[in-house]
């Protein structure tokens, strides 16, 4: 049901009954490994290239969680998934071996989320029982594919982000057990005119404040609703500039409830300048670590707000500046 | 030992202006090397860069500016010898061993190294 300008309530409870996490080796190191179902220690997954090796992170996270909630591929309706490869090969070919109707999406890193509140509309509206919302990330296929490749050696400022290599997966049921999702909020492209792709934080935190600031307003909230609020990947710069923007805005928000995903995936010695990124930040540390907490009883509120850079490399040759969205998705025990 | 301050304190300079094409004038990795090699071509063709790496050896030969230099150097001498024709041959005279051992030794490491990252 909409509610304000831009959001959804989900009056069906629409419930999340299983989700799976699966990283890489840089993540096995990293602060939120033990919320991780599967790391790998080897960033090729044994293919023979990273765009594959992207795929399988993807494919793995969906069997995983379809397999704890003992259902088989056969039992889900709809897998709605988002990548950062071009044409989102990474979703479209990992729906390929899964066979189940599919909808691609893409809100670049917001993807995680864009696929939860959808999933969970479809849900809602009793058109389907089961569906899967994924995302998936691989730091050498995006870092090819936005940046530069590795053995390019091209120089990093400060400001840049390191990919998460993972993939997050939930299965969104009409029915059981687990954290329920109870309203979500679609953004609007918000572009205040910056350009530099190692500075994504900064691009999309204004991105971030509008969606958070509309939610509120939308479903008549405030940041004590919720015990805790993440952005999806802003990193320090981007979380930083988002929190004074929040607080300027009249927006109370604490450092205890007001994290970033991207902070906090990483041990504070690892080298990934301002923080992680990629559509699998949001999604293994929502998928993992955040509903990991909230059925321990931890966590009662959340709202996740995925942030996405919607620029292509294309566009940053023609030097247009960089649009940015961020979908903000309320999950409650 | 001079000859070793001099190419240190020129070659770190040339670098110095990369990194400030990158950092202040956010220009890529690929743009900086481009102005390098074309700035080093245009020294090069007014007669100005051969004084510098008599000045400074290595710290004006070793960076990409010196690669400009090279370009020029050769399509001119050709020039002289065999007319207009000789820029077109000329310009990879001189620079033919580079640019072959970059693609040889590109293509080794490629056969025998995988990625990392």
Same mark, same amino acid.
């Given at each position: ?25 840089? *993540? ?23 765009? /594959? ?8 996270? $969906?069997?995983?969680?379809? !397999?704890? $909630? ?8 709809? @897998? ?20 189940? =109707? @599919? ?40 870092? !090819?594919? @936005?940046?530069? =490749?590795? *053995?390019?050696? +091209?120089? /990093? ?17 009409? !029915?059981? *057990? ?9 953004? !609007? ?16 935190? =204004? ?43 009249? @927006? ?8 970033? $995903? ?8 690892? =080298? ?5 990124? +990629?559509?699998? $930040? ?37 030097? *247009? ?13 | ?21 990158? %950092? ?57 010898? %065999? ?9 990879? %005279? ?24």
């Amino acid at each position: 049901m909409k509610k304000g300008s831009q959001s959804w309530v989900f009056n069906n409870n629409p419930v999340i009954i299983s989700s799976a996490a699966v990283g890489g080796p840089f *993540e096995a190191k990293g602060a939120l490994a033990e919320d991780f179902d599967l790391l790998h220690d080897d960033i090729w997954l044994e293919q023979d290239s990273f765009e /594959k090796a992207e795929k399988v992170l993807l494919e793995e996270a $969906c069997d995983i969680a379809i !397999k704890k $909630c003992k259902l088989k591929k056969e039992n889900i309706n709809f @897998f709605l998934s988002g990548d950062l490869m071009n044409q989102i090969i990474t979703s479209s070919f990992a729906a390929r071996a899964m066979s189940v =109707p @599919f909808l691609g999406v893409f809100g670049a890193c917001s993807s995680s989320m864009e696929g939860l509140a959808l999933a969970s509309l479809i849900v809602d509206s009793n058109s389907a029982d089961y569906v899967i919302a994924a995302a998936a990330t691989h730091n050498a296929s995006v870092e !090819k594919q @936005f940046r530069y =490749p590795t *053995e390019y050696g +091209g120089q /990093k400022p400060p400001t840049a982000q390191w990919t998460v290599t993972g993939a997050g997966a939930a299965l969104v049921a009409s !029915k059981g *057990e687990g954290p329920k999702v109870t309203a979500a909020t679609i953004g !609007k492209v918000i572009d205040m005119g910056l350009t530099d792709p190692f500075n994504m934080g900064a691009a999309m935190a =204004p991105a971030a404040v509008h969606t958070i600031e509309t939610h509120f307003k939308d479903l008549n909230r405030d940041p004590s609703y919720y015990d805790l609020i993440a952005t999806g990947d802003l990193g320090s710069i981007g979380h930083s500039i988002a929190s004074d923007l929040l607080s300027q805005h009249g @927006f109370n928000m604490t450092s205890n409830i007001f994290k970033d $995903c991207g902070l906090l995936i990483y041990k504070k010695d690892q =080298p990934v300048f301002a923080g992680a990124s +990629g559509c699998a $930040c949001s999604a293994t540390v929502t998928y993992g670590h955040f509903l990991n907490r909230m059925r321990k009883g931890e966590l009662r509120k959340i709202l996740i707000v995925a942030t996405g850079a919607l620029l292509s490399p294309m566009s940053y040759q023609q030097k *247009e500046s960089i649009p940015c969205i961020a979908h903000a998705v309320s999950i409650e025990m | 030992m001079i000859k070793v301050l001099l190419a240190f304190l020129v070659g770190g300079g040339i670098c110095v202006i990369g990194q400030i094409m990158m %950092d202040v004038f956010k220009l890529t990795p690929a743009h900086t090397t481009s102005t390098l090699v074309v700035v080093g071509a245009i020294l090069g063709g007014i007669g100005l860069y051969e004084p510098l790496i008599k000045f400074a050896g290595a710290g004006a030969s070793v960076p990409i500016s010196s690669f400009g230099n090279s370009l020029v150097k050769g399509a001119l001498v050709e020039a002289q010898r %065999d007319g207009l024709i000789g820029v077109l041959t000329g310009i990879f %005279d001189l620079t033919s061993s580079g640019i072959t051992a970059a693609i040889v030794f590109g293509f080794l490491a490629a056969l025998i190294f995988k990625p990392r990252g």
